[in-house]
C-alpha cells in the first residue's frame, strides 16, 4: 500500500516540479516535461492500479482469504 | 431477471453488436450526407436515434426489487462497471470542457488531467474494497454504521447533496450547450430536453438501467471522441495515432508562436507555471481533483455494484483504463485545434468587408450562439464584425482580437477543421452522452441518499419495498427538475463549477471515510465535527471569493489578485477558488484528530467490526433482504 502511495505521489506531484529542466529533453517532437504530464503520469496510475489489484488479490489468495463472498 | 445468468454471459455479444450497430449508423448517416440531406436533419437523427436506445435499455431494465434498484443486484463484472464508471465519471467537464481549456491555458489545465486520473489510485488503495467489503447501498449508509447515529449520515447527505448538485448543474448545462446547437433551439428550452434524456434512463431502472445505459454511453464517447482526433491526425500528420503524433502539431505551434506576427505577446502553449503562486494553484488544484475523486459518492456508488471485493478493486483499474483512453487524448485534442485556429484564422485580413466574408464559415454558426468574439463582439454576421474591427482601427487578426468559448472548443472542432457534418453530429452525440452518464450517476445518488438514507432509515424504517421504491422515483425527478431550473440560468462556466464539487466533496467526506476505515480511533463526535468543518471552510472559501470579494477583502484578510476587486479573483496566498479544498482537507483531518483524540474511545464492537472491514473475505458486513 505504501509503495503504491509513493509512486503515486511521484508521478501526481513530485515529478512536475521539475518540469522545466524536462523539457529541454524532446522525443519525437515531444518536450519530455509535457509528455510526463499529458500521458506518462497517466500510464503509471493506469499500470499501478492493475497492479495493485493482482498483487492485493494474489495476497489474498495466499492466505486463504480468496473466498467468494455471499 | 428469470434469465439474469444468461444475460450476464451474453454481455460480450450484446455490446459487440451494439458497437457494430452504432458505427453502422455513422456511416449510414455520413452516406445520407452525402446525397444531400441537409444538415440539421443529420444532426436531429444523431441526438433522437442515441437517446431513444438509452431509453430502450432503462426500460428493459425497469426493476421492482430493493437491491436491483439501489445497486444493480451487485452482479455487474469488474470489466463492464469499469465501462460504466469511465461514463458516469466522464462528464460534459471532461468532454467538452477539458480539451477546450488546454487549448485556452495549455499547461496549466494539465492539472485537470492529472488530478482526474491520479485520483483513482486513492480509490483503489484506499477507499473502494473497503466500501464494497461493508456492503452498503450508499456512502451516507457507510458513515451512519462507522459513526452509530443518524447525525453523521445527516451531515454526510447534507455534503453529498450540495456537491452532487453542483455537479449536475453543469451537466445539464452541457447537455443544454450540445442541444441547443445542434436542434438549433434556445438554451433554456434545450435544457429541459436534456433532461427528458436523463429522466428516461434512471427513473425505472434505478441502479441497474443507469449501469447498462452507461456501458452503452461510454461506447458512443469513446468513439465520438476518437474519430475527429484520430482524422485530423491523419490530415495533418499522415498517422492517425493523434496521442504519438502530435509531438509534431507541438513543434509547429512553438514555431507559429514564435514567428506569427498575429500572435506577438500570446500566452505560449505549454507554459509552465513560473512564479510561486501558479505552482502553488497548480499542485493544489491536482490535490483537490484527486481526494475529490476519491470521495465523490456517484463515482464510489459504482463500486458497490461488483459481485465481491476482488472484482471491486479490479474494476477500479478497468475504470481508469477507460477514462485514460480518453484523458490521455484530451491534449492532443486541444494541439490540433490550437494548430487550426493559428495557423487558419489568427493573421486574417479584416481590412474589407469581403475579406471579412471570407473568414471560415464556422464562425459566422458559433458567433450568433454568443460563443466567438471578434474585436469585441459576438460574430454574429460579417458585417458586425467588420464594423466593429473598423471602428477599433484593426485590420489583421490578432490573437488578442480573437475569443472562442473555451467550452465549445471541441463541438467546433471538427467544423474549424472543415470536417464533414457527420462527425460534429458525432462529437455532439458523444458529449450528450458524457452528460447524461454523468447525470444520471448524479441524480441517483442523491435520490437514494433521500429516498434510502432519509425517508427509510431515519422516517419510516418499516415502509414498504413498494412504498420505498415510489419514493426514489418521485424524489428522482423533482432533484431533476430542481437542477434543470437552476442549470437554465447559466450559473457559470461547466470546468468551475464542477471543480467546486470536488472540492466540496474532498473536504465534506474524504477524511471521515479515510480514517473511518483506516484509524480505528476516529470517534462518531470527531467525524462529524471534521466533517463540518471541512466542509464549512470550503465552502465559505468559495461563497466569499465568488459572490462576496469586497467582504473577502475587508473583513478576511484576503488579497485580490490583480489590480482590482473581481468576483473569483480575491483569496488567501492567491489561491484561487477552484482549489478552495486546499484549506477544507486539512481543517477536517485536524479537527477530525484532535476531537478523537478528546473523546472515549469507540466501543470494542465497533473496533471489531472495523478490523473486519479490512478482510477481504467473508460476509458482506450490512446485508439487507429485498
Redesign the interface.
Known amino acids: 500500500m505504501w509503495t503504491c502511495l509513493i509512486i503515486w505521489f511521484i508521478f501526481g506531484f513530485a515529478i512536475h516540479l521539475f518540469v522545466d529542466a524536462l523539457n529541454e529533453i524532446v522525443i519525437i517532437g515531444f518536450p519530455l516535461g509535457w509528455y510526463v504530464a499529458a500521458q506518462g503520469s497517466l500510464i503509471v496510475f493506469v499500470v499501478l492500479c492493475f497492479w495493485f489489484a493482482s498483487r492485493q488479490n494474489r495476497i489474498d489468495e495466499e492466505f486463504g482469504m480468496s473466498g467468494h463472498e455471499e | 431477471m428469470a434469465n439474469g445468468r444468461d444475460f450476464t454471459s451474453n454481455l460480450g455479444r450484446i455490446y459487440g453488436f451494439y458497437t457494430g450497430g452504432f458505427i453502422g449508423f455513422v456511416i449510414l448517416l455520413a452516406i445520407l450526407e452525402q446525397i444531400g440531406v441537409p444538415n440539421n436533419v443529420i444532426g436531429y437523427l444523431f441526438i433522437f436515434f442515441t437517446i431513444a436506445v438509452y431509453a430502450g435499455i432503462g426500460i428493459m431494465s425497469r426493476t421492482m426489487q430493493v437491491s436491483e434498484y439501489y445497486v444493480a443486484g451487485?452482479k455487474v463484472p469488474a470489466f463492464y462497471n469499469g465501462m460504466a464508471t469511465a461514463a458516469d465519471w466522464m462528464s460534459a467537464a471532461s468532454f467538452l470542457a477539458m480539451a477546450g481549456g488546454l487549448y485556452a491555458q495549455g499547461?496549466s489545465y494539465?492539472a485537470f488531467?492529472?488530478g482526474w486520473?491520479?485520483g483513482?489510485?486513492?480509490v483503489?488503495?484506499l477507499i473502494a474494497?473497503y466500501l464494497r467489503?461493508f456492503g452498503a447501498y450508499t456512502v451516507p449508509d457507510f458513515l451512519g454504521s462507522r459513526y452509530g447515529g443518524n447525525v453523521a449520515r445527516f451531515i454526510g447527505i447534507i455534503v453529498l447533496f450540495c456537491c452532487s448538485f453542483t455537479y449536475i448543474v453543469a451537466q445539464v448545462t452541457g447537455a443544454g450547450l450540445v442541444a441547443s446547437r445542434f436542434l438549433a433551439i434556445q438554451f433554456e428550452i434545450a435544457v429541459f430536453v436534456g433532461l427528458v434524456g436523463i429522466l428516461v434512463c434512471s427513473m425505472l431502472g434505478g441502479m441497474r438501467a443507469v449501469t447498462w445505459t452507461q456501458v452503452a454511453q461510454y461506447i458512443v464517447l469513446i468513439i465520438a471522441y476518437l474519430i475527429p482526433v484520430i482524422i485530423l491526425s491523419t490530415q495533418v500528420t499522415g498517422i492517425p495515432l493523434p496521442?504519438?503524433m502530435?509531438?509534431?502539431?507541438?513543434?509547429q505551434i512553438q514555431e507559429l508562436e514564435a514567428t506569427s506576427p498575429a500572435l506577438e505577446g500570446a500566452r505560449a502553449f505549454?507554459q509552465?507555471?513560473q512564479t510561486f503562486t501558479q505552482?502553488l494553484n497548480?499542485?493544489a488544484l491536482?490535490?483537490c481533483l484527486?481526494i475529490g475523486t476519491a470521495s465523490l459518492p456517484h463515482v464510489l456508488m459504482r463500486f458497490f455494484t461488483t459481485?465481491?471485493?476482488?472484482e471491486a478493486?479490479?474494476s477500479?483499474?478497468w475504470s481508469?483504463?477507460f477514462i485514460?483512453m480518453l484523458?490521455?487524448t484530451a491534449?492532443a485534442y486541444a494541439s490540433f485545434a490550437k494548430l487550426e485556429v493559428y495557423s487558419n484564422v489568427l493573421g486574417a485580413d479584416l481590412g474589407s468587408l469581403e475579406a471579412v466574408q471570407g473568414l471560415p464559415e464556422w464562425i459566422f454558426i458559433y458567433g450568433p450562439l454568443e460563443l466567438v468574439r471578434i474585436c469585441g463582439v459576438f460574430a454574429t454576421d460579417a458585417q458586425a464584425v467588420f464594423d466593429a474591427c473598423t471602428a477599433a482601427g484593426i485590420t489583421s487578426l490578432s490573437h488578442g482580437q480573437f475569443a472562442i468559448a473555451s467550452d465549445t472548443v471541441v463541438i467546433a472542432t471538427p467544423e474549424i477543421a472543415g470536417l464533414p457534418y457527420v462527425i460534429a453530429g458525432l462529437v455532439a452525440a458523444g458529449g450528450l452522452a458524457a452528460a447524461l452518464s454523468t447525470a444520471d450517476g448524479l441524480l441517483l445518488a442523491i435520490a437514494n441518499a433521500l429516498s434510502h438514507d432519509i425517508y427509510y432509515r431515519m422516517i419510516d424504517p418499516r415502509a414498504s419495498t413498494r412504498r420505498r421504491l415510489m419514493v426514489a422515483r418521485v424524489l428522482l425527478i423533482l432533484v431533476a427538475l430542481l437542477a434543470a431550473v437552476v442549470a437554465s440560468t447559466r450559473p457559470g462556466q461547466i470546468l468551475a463549477m464542477v471543480a467546486w464539487a470536488f472540492s466540496l466533496a474532498a473536504a465534506g467526506l474524504f477524511p471521515a471515510l479515510v480514517m473511518g476505515v483506516w484509524w480505528k480511533r476516529t470517534t462518531k463526535q470527531g467525524a462529524i465535527w471534521g466533517m463540518i468543518s471541512g466542509f464549512c471552510v470550503t465552502l465559505f472559501y468559495l461563497i466569499i471569493t465568488r459572490y462576496f470579494p469586497e467582504t473577502g477583502v475587508s473583513y478576511f484578510l484576503m488579497s485580490p489578485f490583480g489590480e482590482q476587486i473581481t468576483a473569483s479573483g480575491v483569496g488567501w496566498f492567491g489561491v484561487n477558488n477552484i482549489s478552495a479544498g486546499l484549506f477544507g482537507i486539512p481543517v477536517a483531518f485536524i479537527v477530525t484528530y484532535l476531537v478523537s483524540k478528546g473523546t472515549p474511545e469507540p466501543s470494542a464492537e465497533m473496533q471489531a467490526f472495523i478490523d473486519e472491514l479490512r478482510?477481504?473475505?467473508?460476509?458482506?458486513m450490512m446485508?439487507e433482504k429485498s
Open positions: 451487485r499547461y494539465m488531467v492529472l486520473t491520479g483513482y489510485v486513492l483503489a488503495v474494497p467489503k496521442q504519438l502530435y509531438g509534431e502539431v507541438l513543434q505549454m509552465t507555471p505552482g497548480f499542485f491536482i490535490a484527486m459481485p465481491s471485493v476482488r478493486r479490479k477500479v483499474a481508469l483504463l485514460f484523458y490521455f491534449p478482510l477481504p473475505s467473508g460476509k458482506v446485508e
